[in-house]
């Protein structure tokens, strides 16, 4: 070798050394920069919550690496960070603004959060971000991803984002394969966003506002969903090519019209089609029975013709089938009877008038769910329903049925929903309903019921929502009914077991039959009640998952375990509450009004995890139990038209959390009202017909009605003027008309000056 190659040798052996030396210490120093970026992220999550900080707080400075601690992922071989999952972390406040110093950070998840404000700028400087999870949180304001190309997977699903979307699509999708941003409040148009995202799948857009024509390139993808929007125009037939990859299509509750193609049959692996609450018209093309995959088929609030294809009956799979709200009218079609298959099915809201017996529909060997609900059937229930092997929720609730509940019905033994409410029955309960184990809801309300609660009811050891309101129902509450619901676990256990929390199409309507919107604990869902979370919430409801925190044992410790309701509500319901009602540890709201119930109220009720406790319009007596005063959760308490006595228990000012409280016209009541805490917030109609309790001052001061009505002096600085604060009002008003002449007067002297100038 010569001298020249030996020097080429040697300098090329330095710089590989030296970059092997540089390596080693640039990716030291950046897995330590990456350590600083979290410690910011640390204390920057630590500022914004000063309660519940997560486990972010075990972040350890004095580690040698990040690549430990929670929630924090790392490369194979340890050198640098690249995941941060903080997911149900109770983190809130705003984003994080440096999140694109992590330089190798790929997956990132906030989701499940209380995360406040806009998407910061920095968001898009995270080129190497594969995975963002921001969903569940209250982001507001517009999309602004613009410079993620790498992404493949974004979730931003519930929250209060913005605005159109079609900067952001198609320049962050050359990789992008799932797309969630359903639940916001996105709008503008679709048809024009998704053309270059040849790689997506799975596309969610529902629950927004979004309009305009639908996009007709959503066959190639094998999910598409943009139910809840505002989309108009038919669906064409040009859009379902023989290249169909769709396995879930959700085009529900839009405005979309014409008749349904028959070209959706190239759509082989179609497992889901859902139609629902659209103006469809004209007969089910007979092509979908092609569908061999098909298990759920939605059509329900549409306008379809009567004529039900044969083919149909050749989707061997189809367990969900949901026809209801078109109007049918008449008897049921007869080929409802023959859909063996069928698990699911739903009519609801067709006007139909008769042929339950007749179509065959009570002989189907495998239906779990029958709702035949909002017709016009009418006559006695008939026994056959009875015979019905596999039902679990038998819905027929807004009929014009009559006569008394067979006691037959004590013989579906698999049943775990029996809605009969809104009907003209009469007679009594039958006692065989006590057979009923695994009664989870059953609702007799708005009949003409008459007779006493049978004390084998308590033997539904499931039974955790009992509605009996507004029927003739008489005599005492039997202590045994407090023996309801008191082991509801293997119910919900079979459910997880076997799948019976899948959702369908109905939930919604039967969620707001059955769970009542109007009570405090429950109008938080209602709020952002949309299809998706109805089928969340209804599978939450029949695995046995609560939906709020109740109190338990009467103290502040709360848990979110399942709990349920009492409605006896206008009734003839009468003699006192037995002192066993005590027992109902899983009862969170019990409405006993509008009945003759009398004597004292058992001292018991404050064991309850209560947050809604009624008894007005009843002929209680006796001391108020000051051991309401323990139930920390409550939210809503109406003792008013009674007969209370004694002097008003204070203890009721540690219910810190009651929005709606009234003990109007207990005209034995006496003492005081404090004068601080909870009840000094309510107004004068809480206490009205109260003439021995005393209010304070200001609660009679700012409701009575005679008071001059309040200027717009009160309403913005809370109070009269007196006559020094109208002097000086006077007095500044004249300085800044002062003022302002004299500088009108310079600007006007100047203006003259520059113009003769």
């Keep these: 070798m010569s001298e020249d190659e030996t020097d080429q040798c040697r300098r090329f ?3 590989v050394f030296f970059i092997l030396i540089t390596v080693q210490i640039v990716s030291g120093s950046s897995l330590q920069t990456d350590k600083e970026v979290l410690l910011d992220l640390k204390s920057f999550l630590n500022y914004q919550n000063r309660v519940n900080r997560g486990r972010c707080m075990e972040w350890n400075e004095q580690s040698a690496s990040p690549c430990d601690w929670p929630g924090i992922t790392c490369s194979s071989n340890g050198g640098r960070v690249t995941g941060i999952n903080l ?43 594969k995975y963002l999870n921001l969903s569940h949180n209250i982001i507001q304001g517009k999309l602004n991803l613009i410079g993620l190309n790498s992404l493949e997977t974004l979730d931003l699903a519930v929250n209060r984002l913005s605005g159109g979307i ?21 709008s503008g148009r679709i048809d024009n966003c998704f053309e270059e995202c040849w790689n997506l799948q799975y596309l969610d857009l529902s629950s927004n506002n979004f309009s305009g024509q639908m996009w007709p390139g959503f066959q190639r993808l094998r999910e598409f969903s943009v139910s809840e929007n505002f989309l108009t125009g038919d669906v064409l037939a040009s859009t379902f090519t023989e290249h169909c990859n769709l396995e879930i299509l959700d085009l529900s509750e839009n405005h979309l019209y014409g008749e349904v193609p028959k070209e959706v049959s190239n759509c082989k692996g179609l497992v889901t089609l859902n139609l629902w609450g659209n103006n469809f018209t004209g007969v089910l093309p007979s092509e979908i029975g092609l569908l061999s995959n098909l298990k759920g088929l939605y059509l329900g609030s549409n306008n379809f013709s009567r004529e039900i294809p044969d083919s149909l009956l050749n989707c061997s799979k189809l367990a969900f089938l949901d026809l209801s709200k078109n109007g049918f009218g008449g008897d049921i079609q007869e080929i409802f009877g023959r859909f063996n298959q069928v698990m699911y099915l739903v009519l609801h809201g067709n006007s139909y008038t008769g042929g339950i017996i007749s179509s065959g529909i009570l002989k189907l060997q495998n239906v779990s769910r029958l709702d035949l609900s909002s017709n016009k059937f009418s006559g006695p229930l008939q ?7 596999s039902v679990e929720f038998l819905i027929l609730a807004f009929n014009n049925f009559s006569g008394s509940i067979p006691p037959e019905f004590g013989n579906l033994l698999h049943l775990q929903a029996l809605d009969l409410s809104f009907n003209r029955l009469t007679g009594s309960i039958p006692p065989a309903i006590g057979k009923l184990s695994r009664l989870l809801w059953l609702m007799l309300a708005n009949n003409s019921l008459t007779g006493v609660i049978p004390p084998e009811i308590g033997n539904c050891s499931s039974l955790l929502w009992l509605n009996l309101a507004n029927n003739q129902l008489s005599g005492k509450i039997p202590p045994e009914l407090s023996n309801i619901g008191r082991n509801a676990t293997p119910t919900f256990e079979s459910n997880k077991q076997n799948n019976r929390g899948k959702a369908g199409s109905s939930e919604c309507l039967v969620i707001k039959r059955w769970i009542p919107a109007d009570y405090t604990p429950f109008s938080f869902a209602y709020n952002l009640l949309t299809r998706k979370s109805c089928r969340t919430i209804w599978r939450r409801l029949l695995e046995g998952y609560g939906l709020f925190p109740i109190c338990i044992g009467g103290s502040m410790v709360r848990t979110l375990q399942i709990s349920g309701y009492l409605q006896l509500a206008g009734n003839q319901f009468a003699g006192e509450v037995p002192a066993e009602i005590g027992k109902m540890q899983n009862f969170s709201i019990f409405n006993l009004g509008i009945n003759e119930f009398s004597g004292k109220l058992p001292p018991e009720i404050g064991r309850l995890p209560l947050s809604l406790f009624n008894v007005s319009h009843n002929k209680f007596s006796g001391e108020i139990p000051p051991e309401i005063g323990q139930l ?15 002097s008003f228990p204070k203890s009721l000012n540690y219910l810190t959390e009651l929005s709606k409280f009234n003990i109007s016209y207990n005209p034995f009541i006496s003492g005081a009202i404090p004068t601080t805490g909870q009840l000094a917030t309510f107004e004068k109609e809480s206490f009205l017909g ?42 500044v008003s004249l300085a800044a008309f002062l003022i302002f002449g004299v500088l009108s007067f310079i600007v006007t002297w100047k203006c003259f000056h520059f113009k003769q100038n």
Excluded at 698 to 720: L, R, V
């Design 13 to 15: 052996s330095f710089i």
């Design 87 to 129: 997911s149900g972390y109770d983190i809130s406040g705003t984003i994080f603004g440096n999140f694109s110093a992590l330089t190798e950070l790929s997956d990132l998840d906030l989701s499940k959060n209380t995360i406040s404000g806009e998407i910061v700028a920095d968001l898009s400087r995270c080129k190497n971000l």
């Design 166 to 186: 079609q900067s952001n699509f198609p320049a962050i999708c050359d990789r992008l394969i799932i797309a969630n941003i359903s639940a916001n409040r996105f």
């Design 383 to 389: 026994v056959e329903f009875s015979e019905m092997p």
């Design 632 to 646: 920390r959760c409550l939210q809503n308490l109406d003792l008013s038209y009674n007969n209370f006595s004694g």
């Design 690 to 731: 109260n003439p021995l309790l005393v209010l304070p001052a200001f609660i009679n001061n700012t409701s009575d009605t005679t008071e001059e009505s309040p200027t717009n002096w009160e309403y913005e600085y809370g109070g009269k003027p007196n006559k020094q604060t109208i002097w000086d009002v006077f007095l």
